[in-house]
């Protein structure tokens, strides 16, 4: 499975900016978005199910929004109200096996 996100960049605190992450295969499968700030552990953002259930870290809820179009094969993050401390390198992961390569994402004034 090859996965590549795309999207990121430099946003102002409260901003937007949508991730996007192309797969190679069926999207169907628990999907994931992670984070890995500068000089900190990688995190989850947000997992979904293969059946549509999803998951937030409590630090994002209400602000990020996971989605999939199946046809596309790809895999969406909307990011909303953004803060400096969502500043990462954001990855898709498939089946919490397939990793794609960060986006990065820079969220300051």
């Known amino acids: 499975v090859q996965l590549q996100a795309y999207g990121g960049g430099l946003a102002q605190p409260g901003g937007s900016l949508r991730l996007s992450c192309q797969s190679s295969?069926?999207?169907?499968?628990?999907m994931a978005w992670y984070r890995q700030a500068p000089g900190k552990q990688r995190e989850l953002v947000v997992a979904?199910?293969?059946?549509?259930?999803?998951n937030y870290a409590d630090s994002v809820k209400g602000r990020f929004t996971i989605s999939r179009d199946g046809a596309k094969n790809m895999v969406y993050l909307q990011m909303n109200s953004l803060k400096p401390e969502d500043t990462a390198v954001y990855y898709c992961?498939?089946?919490?096996?397939?990793w794609g390569q960060g986006t990065e994402v820079t969220v300051s004034s």
């Open positions: 992961a498939h089946g919490g096996i397939y």
């Open positions: 295969e069926s999207i169907f499968r628990s």
């Open positions: 979904i199910s293969s059946g549509g259930a999803t």
